[in-house]
């Protein structure tokens, strides 16, 4: 297993951490709607002035936010299809197994901070407020399409397809993380979290498969 890459995983959540203490700390206003408190708010609010609410990047993301769900449904499916087959968790393929878990990870980070809420979004939803950080579209985004990138470049031999996979990936991300930034629905901080989140997790699931194959290796 590579040192730089479970490093790589651990400077990453460890900024993570250190955001979302120092959002409840650090320049602390009410600059929110209904009055709601922000952190970073000069920062915050000087990046959301820059660009109005967009309905068209909001169209985008949502659906590359759908579609990073469609891939999680699908390596869910071959994981169940694989432990039907198979009689045992223990012959499901470990990098399916790994990419289940981080799924599970981000899901439990979604529910933790909808529940334990950082900042709010800079616009009502729906006449409500609701919490923003971290950036559920921006931590999907980093995290599984990240995480197809790890395993593509794991388990695909044929170059061409390989590459294939991963640009698009790429793009899809790319497209995602900053088109939510732009559709005005998030605070920049909001952003930088669920990226920084998501990279902790792949590039922890990229160290396990980098471990499996050494393991194989010897």
């Known amino acids: 297993m590579k040192k730089n890459t479970i490093l790589s995983a651990a400077v990453c959540a460890l900024l993570f951490i250190l955001l979302t203490i120092a959002l409840k700390a650090v320049d ?14 000069g920062l915050n609010g000087a990046v959301h002035d820059l660009w109005p609410e967009s309905g ?7 659906a590359t ?29 470990r990098e399916i197994l790994a990419m289940g878990v981080l799924y599970v990870c981000v899901i439990l980070l979604y529910v933790l901070f909808d529940k334990a809420v950082v900042n709010y979004r800079p616009v009502l939803e729906d006449g409500q407020l609701e919490s923003s950080f971290p950036s559920t579209h921006a931590l999907l985004a980093s995290a599984v399409f990240g995480s197809t990138i790890v395993l ?5 031999t044929r170059k061409t397809t390989q590459k294939a996979i991963v640009y698009a990936s790429l793009v899809l991300m790319v497209i995602t993380v900053f088109g939510r930034l732009l559709s005005g629905l998030h605070w920049f901080t909001d952003i930088l979290g669920g990226v ?10 990229k160290a396990y498969l980098e471990y499996l194959a050494e393991h194989k290796a010897s």
């Open 56 to 62: 068209f990047w909001h169209g985008i993301t949502t």
């Open 65 to 93: 936010g759908l579609f990073a769900i469609l891939i999680m449904v699908l390596f869910a499916a071959v994981g169940a299809w694989e432990l039907y087959a198979r009689k045992s968790i223990l012959k499901v393929d």
């Open 28 to 41: 602390v206003q009410a600059i929110g709607p209904e009055n709601s408190s922000v952190g970073f708010a």
């Open 196 to 205: 920084l989140a998501g990279l902790a997790l792949t590039f922890a699931y």
């Open 152 to 156: 593509a470049q794991s388990i695909v």
